[in-house]
């Protein structure tokens, strides 16, 4: 048990969602999480609004920085001041980076590669943003709303073509998002409060970006991030760069879809944080809930539909194949038919993981960040890995299990995990939805959990399932059913 003073810290603690994709070892997760604990406590004009409650169904954008400066609905109005925000933010950046140059011994010399934290000479070229939202009577209907998109000019004059890339990728997210959670999460609509995303057209620019006063996890340890706020008038700001290492390089359309599930990971972390009665996560939230259904939701698939705004339906709980293999790695690679019955120690188990909270959370972060070996390391390095695969798979077992055996009991955890579960810890209020008060329930509980990831995950991380019509029937008929549920 903690003792107070420490659980206060932890509480008052407004934590960022941070992407980190599959494939990065236990110290570059811990490295991302300082940074990006650091962002969530530094990002200068940093804070979040109270939601809304069902997605407006009207496309648009334009580009805000000609609007009327007193345009009459909400939307717009918020949009006006989070560019007037965002553009105070570039002007105090490029002035820091202007300054760190000028610092730089004359004749020097950057390495070859460059280092990302260190400043290089070309940090005193401006950087720029076109900003692009639905509002503005100039523009054309290219972002949909709630969205407020900031592109990088990079130099060919194409950013209103990459806004409509990114628009499409936000508006398909939020509109699948709401379709399916809106009624049993009891979403707000965010149609009356813009929702920020940054986008920049390299990691060097963000590099640059980052080391001129803009504290954030490195592209070394995450591929994106989410910075939440406790501003009213906007969500927080969501940041992303492209992976094209070659600076001079324009946008191209295939690194703009690259990015699309990480763009729906961190999005889907914006969209949950906007729909909490507070900002960021806290001792009452659940990590493995937050990271996994944010994995859940970027495993997507989508088919030809003209009666959607840019002609594709998506369907979330995609299997993600990565995931599938780490969770197989827990222990699981051996296990057949003949052993289908034997309970398997996972280590981390699931129930550890499904019980876990944010200061256990942290605590390994701390372990990891500390270096700690041996076995406590090793347990550390568990838990928190654990907690992106095992999540991801808990969440698919809740919604998909013999034809929806869970999906009622999910949709009540997850509108208690937007509501921080009213105070409770995460644990607590998830053995209370499931009716998990035994051990006996538990090793029941596990053993389901077990056979799915078995007979139902493991299958298809023998090929790419969106090749396997049969299986990618099942997953969206199971969505339509849970929509219909909804």
Not at 71 to 76: E, F, I, L
Not at 275 to 298: C, H, I, K
């Amino acid at each position: 048990m903690a003792h107070a003073s420490t659980h206060e810290f932890f509480s008052s603690l407004r934590l960022p969602a941070v992407c980190l994709r599959t494939g990065a070892c236990a110290s570059a997760l811990s490295a991302l999480v300082a940074a990006s604990l650091l962002a969530s406590v530094a990002q200068p004009g940093d804070a979040l609004p109270q939601g809304g409650s069902a997605p407006a169904s009207q496309p648009g954008a334009a580009q805000g920085e000609d609007a009327d400066p007193m345009p009459k609905d909400a939307y717009s109005r918020g949009a006006l001041e989070t560019i007037r925000e965002m553009k105070r933010l570039i002007d105090r950046t490029n002035g820091i980076a202007k300054e760190n140059v000028a610092k730089l011994p004359a004749g020097f010399k950057p390495k070859d590669p460059p280092d990302p934290d260190a400043t290089h000479p070309d940090d005193a070229k401006p950087c720029e943003f076109e900003f692009f939202y639905n509002g503005d009577s100039k523009g054309t209907k290219i972002v949909p709303r709630p969205y407020l998109l900031a592109i990088q000019k990079d130099g060919a004059k194409r950013t209103e073509s990459y806004a409509e890339s990114f628009g499409e990728i936000f508006g398909a997210l939020f509109r699948t998002f709401y379709e399916r959670y809106s009624k049993v999460a009891g979403l707000r609509a965010l149609d009356t409060t813009p929702v920020p995303v940054w986008v920049f057209r390299s990691q060097g620019q963000y590099e640059r970006w980052r080391r001129s006063g803009n504290p954030g996890p490195s592209t070394s340890t995450a591929g994106a991030f989410y910075s939440g706020t406790e501003k009213n008038n906007r969500s927080g700001f969501l940041f992303l760069w492209l992976q094209d290492p070659q600076e001079n390089k324009s946008f191209t359309g295939d690194q703009i879809e690259s990015i699309r599930e990480t763009a729906w990971h961190e999005g889907t972390h914006q969209l949950m944080d906007f729909n909490s009665p507070g900002r960021g996560f806290d001792l009452t939230n659940s990590p493995w809930m937050q990271e996994g259904f944010a994995e859940y939701v970027s495993g997507y698939d989508r088919l030809l539909d003209k009666k959607q705004p840019d002609g594709w339906r998506y369907f979330f709980g995609l299997p993600q194949i990565d995931r599938v293999k780490a969770v197989m790695a827990l222990g699981l690679e051996k296990v057949d038919h003949s052993t289908m019955d034997e309970l398997i120690e996972l280590k981390p188990s699931m129930r550890e993981i499904a019980t876990m909270s944010y200061l256990e959370f942290w605590t390994a972060r701390a372990t990891l960040e500390s270096k700690v070996g041996g076995a406590e390391g090793k347990k550390a390095s568990d838990l928190f890995s654990g907690t992106y695969s095992i999540g991801w798979a808990l969440c698919h077992f809740l919604q998909h299990y013999e034809e929806g055996k869970y999906r009622k009991q999910f949709h009540d955890w997850l509108k208690s995990e937007l509501n921080k579960h009213s105070g409770e810890m995460p644990g607590a209020m998830f053995e209370k939805i499931f009716g998990l008060d035994s051990d006996d329930k538990w090793s029941d509980f596990q053993l389901e959990f077990q056979e799915h990831c078995v007979s139902t995950l493991r299958p298809d991380q023998k090929k790419r399932i969106r090749r396997d019509t049969k299986l990618m029937e099942k997953y969206r008929k199971s969505f339509e059913e849970a929509v219909g549920q909804g």
